[in-house]
């Protein structure tokens, strides 16, 4: 076979590939192997295989939501998928080759390498890959990992009904599910993941197999919370929601008040039940410009009403002005898409502590004198949240979290800054994780640390699949050594939480 067009460039550079990005000073240095694989896939699937010259594979490098990942990588090449029998076979090829690789769903990852890839693997696009089907009987729906919440809730808002998602809209359905997810539905549902249906995946041999609760359930649970290690999930069958009006909205107050408003969210924590449709989360911001935090609090009435008693914890506490109306779930996902906007850089770690309200004000102050000195950049900020994990949610446990059916109520708090200087890549990590150390320390030191990490605001230094416990990494192994004995799909995801090593 001759060779054309941009393949004649790579095939001539396959000792030591030295490129310049167009775009940036950094030199970009492709092995000859991973240089190889690009050629073979682009002779096996032309339309699937983005090379670096072309303008997909740059629309594709400026699609993601954090700056690490849109500007610090590079791959080889994306591919780009149309369908997934056609990804199976490219698997199948990246992995007999041994190429390391990563998977973008939305892109919507602030960890470094979690949806992207330097130069010496090959970076897999799922957005192709996004249909949307309802069943007949409107009862599921079958939705493509490349997907955006957004764009599902939107349709089926059409039908009136919804489904178990993230709360904000620009996320991609496959890697919100493979973490855990946290949605608006915790308390009724539990987990967004527990409302998998059914996965559709590609083992590492390159087959796809159908995951559910009769056919392959250990890799169904697996699924669940487990991450991207076990294969590449290209479809989802999530069950329907059939109500599509809510009451909420964002109340502001001054961060005076956040004694109080501690106190609620830990209260809101045990007071949630399964059929609370009430749910919200706290929030405190650290903005260079203001004198003091900006503060808040965000909810979501399932009922649409607005006589809520869990809604009057909130309420009663005097506050600065509401946004509080009746919306659905695109609503509210494009809200906080808004609040939450894409191109900064960006880290950002996750703790689980016991629900009281001592203990949320220590970790407050503890935040508060961590972050005093830190010198922010203009347009950067420091958020610390505080979401409610009640009984009701953590009683669902056919999934890989690790929770017992007999779990106190938690909080997840959630630590993020963002910035736009590479030069401060490492002092604001560095400072990220001073701020983890010290609030764990002083959970550690009244008994309130719960060991759980929610994977999807995990920091790299965190390991959230060991904090499942033993049964869980235990049953997550043999998953894994059934499915993908020689651990590849782990070994060749840089980017991926790993299970611990024994």
């Not at 904000?168 to 009724?188: K, P, Q, R």
């Not at 203990?359 to 830190?374: E, G, Q, V």
């Not at 719960?450 to 699949?465: G, I, K, R, S, T």
């Amino acid at each position: 076979m001759q060779l054309q067009g941009p393949l004649i460039c790579l095939v001539e550079l396959l000792a030591l590939l030295k490129l310049v990005s167009a775009n940036c000073d950094t030199q970009v240095y492709i092995s000859a192997d991973r240089a190889a694989s690009c050629v073979g896939l682009h002779e096996q699937a032309s339309d699937h295989v983005l090379l670096q010259d072309s303008e997909a594979y740059r629309h594709i490098s400026d699609s993601y939501w954090s700056a690490q990942q849109e500007v610090d990588y590079q791959p080889t090449c994306y591919l780009r998928p149309r369908s997934p029998q056609r990804l199976a076979e490219m698997v199948r090829r990246i992995v007999n080759e041994r190429v390391p690789f990563a998977i973008k769903s939305g892109g919507h990852s602030f960890r470094h390498g979690a949806s992207n890839i330097n130069e010496s693997g090959i970076a897999i696009d799922m957005s192709l890959i996004n249909q949307i089907i309802v069943s007949q009987d409107e009862r599921s729906v079958t939705v493509g990992v490349g997907a955006k919440w957004q764009d599902v809730y939107r349709l089926l808002e059409k039908r009136d009904l919804t489904v178990a998602g993230a709360r904000a809209g620009g996320v991609g359905v496959g890697g919100f599910l493979l973490g855990g997810g946290v949605s608006w539905y915790a308390n009724e549902i539990g987990w967004a993941c527990d409302m998998v249906e059914e996965f559709h995946v590609i083992l590492a041999v390159g087959k796809i197999v159908t995951a559910n609760a009769t056919t392959h359930k250990d890799l169904f649970r697996a699924l669940k919370g487990g991450g991207s290690i076990f294969g590449l999930v290209v479809r989802v069958r999530l069950t329907t929601i059939g109500r599509t009006e809510y009451l909420g909205g964002l109340i502001n107050y001054n961060s005076s008040h956040h004694s109080a408003l501690l106190t609620n969210i830990a209260d809101l924590s045990h007071r949630m039940s399964k059929t609370s449709l009430f749910n919200g989360y706290l929030m405190f911001t650290v903005l260079p410009d203001l004198p003091q935090l900006y503060c808040a609090v965000y909810f979501i009435d399932l009922t649409g009403s607005d006589s809520s008693p869990l809604l009057q914890l909130f309420a009663e506490v005097p506050y600065n002005w509401g946004n509080v109306h009746p919306l659905n779930m695109s609503d509210t996902a494009l809200d906080l898409d808004k609040s939450n906007p894409r191109g900064f850089r960006q880290t950002k770690f996750a703790l689980t502590l016991h629900a009281d309200a001592a203990l949320l004000k220590t970790t407050f102050d503890t935040f508060s004198s961590s972050t005093s000195s830190i010198k922010l950049e203009e347009g950067g900020y420091i958020g610390l949240s505080y979401t409610p994990f009640s009984a009701a949610q953590l009683s669902h446990t056919e999934n890989s979290l690790g929770f017992s059916d007999r779990e106190i109520p938690l909080i997840l708090i959630s630590v993020e800054i963002k910035w736009s200087s590479r030069s401060q890549d490492a002092y604001f990590e560095r400072s990220a994780r001073e701020i983890h150390d010290a609030m764990s320390e002083v959970a550690r030191a009244m008994d309130m640390l719960h060991p759980f990490v929610y994977m999807n605001y995990a920091a790299e230094f965190q390991d959230p699949l060991g904090s499942y416990g033993k049964v869980a990494v235990e049953r997550l192994r043999a998953v894994q050594d059934r499915y993908d004995h020689e651990h590849l799909f782990s070994d060749l995801q840089p980017g991926a939480f790993k299970l611990p090593k024994l």
